[in-house]
């Protein structure tokens, strides 16, 4: 499995990310619509406040996940001689794959699949490397046995 299985798999977990956050999105939505002002008038303003700080923080996180899926959708399998967004970078222990952060990708293999993002300073520790060369992240040095 390589990068156009991984992209496909990265693609399908931001789709049902932003289907999660949309159902979540309409469910407070109709919350705050059904929440009718009693008696308790102070209740009624500070539970309309909490569901708005949801629905804020939902918005957010949708935000994030389009930029995920539009930053995919840029993305190609196309091979790569040095790390840059898009490589795939192997060491000695870890596939490191330049994409978005998504973290470690369910696939089976001798090595753990990473996809991390171009600004991350894992990334940024390897940007422009090629196989041979070395980089180190938090005091480990990390040598490319291959960018593809």
């Known amino acids: 499995m390589k990068k156009k299985a991984w992209l496909e798999m990265m693609d399908a977990g931001v789709r049902d990310v932003l289907s999660r956050l949309q159902a979540d999105m309409v469910t407070l939505h109709e919350s705050r619509q059904a929440d009718t002002k009693s008696s308790a008038g102070d209740k009624h303003e500070t539970a309309r406040a909490m569901v708005d ?81 070395a980089f180190e992240i938090n005091g480990t040095k990390h040598v490319i046995l291959a960018v593809y």
């Open 53 to 133: 700080q949801e629905l804020q923080q939902l918005n957010q996180q949708r935000e994030k996940a389009l930029r995920n899926q539009s930053e995919l959708q840029q993305l190609t399998d196309a091979p790569c001689e040095v790390a840059a967004r898009g490589a795939a970078v192997e060491t000695e222990r870890i596939i490191y794959f330049i994409s978005i952060s998504f973290g470690k990708l369910p696939v089976e293999g001798t090595k753990p699949v990473y996809a991390l993002s171009p600004v991350s300073p894992a990334a940024q520790a390897m940007l422009g490397k090629r196989a041979q060369e």
